[in-house]
């Protein structure tokens, strides 16, 4: 039986914490349960990446009541301590027990949106210093735009352009240390309030299956590769059951209790 992953990224949100604790205890009642996938039986464990001001309420009220619950952050910073203001580092995170940290996602990388987001070698700086740790770290990488357009020799644009972003990001990473790496294929035009559209079966398939191919020739086997851009309660179970997608990142439809537990229910529903 294999163990599907799905990540609640919840980004700026919930607005309390009342309601961070109502959108744990639902992920409480689906965690590590089995889901059918095809003919096969997989199990789904849910983690939360959680806006910082929550992390320590969360954990500790997890060890009150005796609950195991997932917590991750959705950035770390790329110093490894001192006078850096607003950074966490990952050795604080590590010292509160927590165990992996989202990098690179397209809301906190450089755009036009965000002048003074992360370009790559910050991307891998911050993936360094979680490895370091012996942290886990969910790198996104994706696309802007995906046309037909080809480089001269016929391969896809979108496709060299991640790789390139592999190539960057995992930049003299040692491979002990990527066993500790997945990667969330995230494209960025699928992405947010500004989406237009979850991307297609078919486009998830091409570039996930892409993605490993290029972390099998050239890094390491076997790294999880999750889907992630406008999933919701309708999507989740189908993006879920596609060919080589270990696991889903979940932005808006996890931070409102009632899509979310309605997702976990679609995705545990056996007769969809
Ligand atoms: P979305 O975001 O599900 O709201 O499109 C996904 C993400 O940003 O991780």
Redesign the pocket.
């Given at each position: 039986m294999k163990t599907k992953f799905v990540i609640a990224?919840w980004?700026e949100n919930p607005e309390d914490l009342k309601t961070a604790q109502k959108l744990v205890s639902i992920s409480e009642k689906f965690h590590i349960a089995e889901i059918s996938q095809n003919t096969n039986k997989n199990h789904v464990a849910i983690t939360h990446a959680v806006p910082n001001i929550f992390v320590g309420y969360l954990i500790e009220s997890a060890k009150k009541q005796k609950k195991k619950i997932n917590i991750i952050l959705q950035n770390i910073s790329c110093y490894e301590g001192g006078s850096h203001t607003g950074e966490i580092s990952a050795t604080q995170a590590k010292n509160l027990g927590i165990e992996m940290s989202i990098v690179g996602?397209s809301?906190t990388r450089l755009s036009p949106n965000n002048p003074k987001g992360d370009e790559d070698y910050q991307v891998n700086l911050k993936m360094k210093n979680l490895f370091k740790e012996g942290m886990w770290a969910c790198l996104c990488i994706g696309e802007f735009e995906r046309t037909d357009e080809e480089e001269e020799n016929g391969e896809k644009m979108y496709l060299k352009f991640i790789e390139n972003q592999l190539a960057h990001c995992l930049k003299d990473i040692d491979i002990e240390s990527l066993k500790k790496l997945c990667i969330a294929y995230?494209p960025v035009w699928?992405?947010?309030k500004e989406?237009k559209r979850a991307a297609t079966n078919e486009e998830i398939i091409e570039t996930i299956g892409y993605i490993k191919k290029i972390l099998e020739e050239k890094y390491l086997k076997e790294v999880k590769v999750l889907y992630?851009?406008?999933?919701d309660e309708n999507n989740a179970k189908e993006i879920l059951n596609l060919e080589n997608v270990d696991g889903l990142?979940?932005?808006?439809?996890s931070s409102d209790p009632v899509k979310w537990e309605k997702l976990l229910t679609n995705l545990l529903n056996d007769s969809q």
């Amino acid at each position: 039986m294999k163990t599907k992953f799905v990540i609640a990224n919840w980004k700026e949100n919930p607005e309390d914490l009342k309601t961070a604790q109502k959108l744990v205890s639902i992920s409480e009642k689906f965690h590590i349960a089995e889901i059918s996938q095809n003919t096969n039986k997989n199990h789904v464990a849910i983690t939360h990446a959680v806006p910082n001001i929550f992390v320590g309420y969360l954990i500790e009220s997890a060890k009150k009541q005796k609950k195991k619950i997932n917590i991750i952050l959705q950035n770390i910073s790329c110093y490894e301590g001192g006078s850096h203001t607003g950074e966490i580092s990952a050795t604080q995170a590590k010292n509160l027990g927590i165990e992996m940290s989202i990098v690179g996602h397209s809301e906190t990388r450089l755009s036009p949106n965000n002048p003074k987001g992360d370009e790559d070698y910050q991307v891998n700086l911050k993936m360094k210093n979680l490895f370091k740790e012996g942290m886990w770290a969910c790198l996104c990488i994706g696309e802007f735009e995906r046309t037909d357009e080809e480089e001269e020799n016929g391969e896809k644009m979108y496709l060299k352009f991640i790789e390139n972003q592999l190539a960057h990001c995992l930049k003299d990473i040692d491979i002990e240390s990527l066993k500790k790496l997945c990667i969330a294929y995230e494209p960025v035009w699928a992405i947010g309030k500004e989406a237009k559209r979850a991307a297609t079966n078919e486009e998830i398939i091409e570039t996930i299956g892409y993605i490993k191919k290029i972390l099998e020739e050239k890094y390491l086997k076997e790294v999880k590769v999750l889907y992630g851009g406008s999933v919701d309660e309708n999507n989740a179970k189908e993006i879920l059951n596609l060919e080589n997608v270990d696991g889903l990142l979940v932005g808006r439809a996890s931070s409102d209790p009632v899509k979310w537990e309605k997702l976990l229910t679609n995705l545990l529903n056996d007769s969809q």
